[in-house]
């Protein structure tokens, strides 16, 4: 089967290859491109949690309730990536992506209409935006820099992580900047999405070989790919996505406010937040590079799983007196965790197609996954007062976490 058939990843048809070409052979034009896709993977997501106490106090919304502004995107991670490699394989990767970066628009203004319901009907928009971007990016990056995948993945998780960071250090500042409340420190991230649309345009005119033609696939005769639902290789590295999707959320959702309920400012705990979201970079640009450099990923599996384990230990012991550090350790975990997620879809898979469809997977089953983690956190506070059981719970998602990631850290390929 050729490796860009399935899953939104092209088979290269004669009048595109040149144009192709043409365009690695200038490759700044196709890092600009992802890069700036690759910013707005999580801005949209990182700018909610600092505000998410001034959301709930202008819309009246309860804990549980509070919750779903940042549950609903993340689940919509989770439905959109099932719906990803269809269109991918129906529209293209480039024109796709293309078209979520207008959606991811649209979704971030409809957030900020005065209305519960837009509200979480902007999150629905915004996270099925973002889904469509993680699901075709590691198939695009294995077709296109099959030599350099892991550098490349390190390269596009950096950015997706450098988006988040300055979209949480500035949530508070623009909200007192432009005076408008939080409504306007939301609204002015789809910007950065129209920007990388049109920045994207490019991979689009090429995706159509600059011949007004579709570049379509072209079937392999009676071949079929592997069932990677009925892999057990297949589902480690799913059930690995989605431990650390849930630890990660769960700290998106919350970690302002748990700061906050201990006494510290909100200026203070969104400023804790954002250097979280800052030390996730380091993690995120060296483990995808540590990975690809050996055959086994098990160490870096132990690593970044203690990590994580030990900042939330920090969060339940002394959560304002050591929240700097605590914030950092738990953000290089963060970061490497979600880097070696992305890269082990891209390791344990033989080619570009699978690489594709293994990443549809991961990221569906693993962001329904992460959905869940927020929404309970927050019923669990509710119920309890505390942040005590919300917090172990997360310290058993790092136990499971560390077991499914030793076996798909192994030499292995789907």
Excluded at 101 to 107: F, M, P, Q
Excluded at 218 to 226: F, N, T
Excluded at 341 to 355: E, F, H, P, Q
Aim: charged share 10%.
């Amino acid at each position: 089967m050729p490796a860009d058939v399935e899953a939104g990843v092209r088979a290269p048809a004669a009048e595109g290859v040149a144009a192709r070409r043409a365009l690695l052979t200038h490759p700044a034009v196709l890092l600009v491109g992802i890069v700036l896709a690759s910013l707005n993977m999580r801005a949209a997501l990182a700018s909610v949690a600092p505000l998410v106490g001034e959301i709930s106090a202008d819309l009246g919304l309860s804990s549980t309730a509070s919750s779903l502004v940042t549950s609903v995107p993340v689940l919509f991670l989770g439905l959109g990536a099932l719906v990803a490699p269809w269109l991918g394989r129906r529209f293209g990767a480039e024109r796709v992506l293309f078209a979520a970066l207008l959606l991811l628009a649209v979704g971030i203004l409809a957030r900020v209409l005065p209305s519960v319901y837009a509200l979480y009907g902007g999150g629905i928009l915004v996270g099925t935006a973002i889904a469509l971007l993680n699901v075709l990016m590691p198939g695009l990056i294995k077709r296109d820099f099959p030599d350099r995948a892991a550098a490349m993945t390190s390269v596009y998780t950096g950015a997706m992580i450098a988006g988040a960071t300055v979209a949480a250090a500035a949530a508070v500042p623009l909200e007192e900047a432009l005076g408008c409340g939080w409504k306007a420190s939301l609204g002015v991230w789809s910007l950065l999405a129209l920007i990388a649309a049109v920045a994207w345009l490019p991979q689009v005119v090429i995706a159509r070989g600059r011949t007004g033609h579709e570049v379509r696939a072209v079937p392999a005769g009676d071949a079929r790919p592997v069932s990677l639902w009925r892999s057990p290789l297949a589902w480690q590295v799913t059930l690995f996505m989605g431990m650390q999707s849930v630890w990660t959320y769960v700290l998106i959702a919350w970690m302002p406010t748990i700061f906050t309920d201990h006494g510290m400012s909100r200026s203070t705990a969104g400023m804790v937040f954002a250097f979280n979201t800052l030390t996730q970079i380091v993690g995120a640009f060296a483990v995808p590079l540590l990975a690809g450099r050996t055959r086994s990923q098990r160490p870096l599996i132990v690593l970044v799983t203690a990590l994580v384990a030990a900042g939330y230990v920090g969060l339940l012991v002394a959560p304002v007196e050591g929240a700097w550090l605590w914030s950092g350790v738990l953000g290089v975990g963060q970061g490497g965790a979600l880097g070696l997620a992305l890269t082990l879809i891209v390791l344990r898979s033989g080619d570009a197609a699978t690489a594709s469809r293994l990443s549809g997977m991961a990221q569906s089953v693993g962001y329904l996954l992460g959905a869940v983690g927020p929404l309970a956190a927050g019923a669990l506070h509710q119920a309890t007062g505390s942040w005590t059981l919300p917090i172990a719970l997360v310290l058993g998602v790092c136990a499971v976490a560390l077991a499914v990631g030793l076996l798909a850290a192994r030499d292995r390929v789907v």
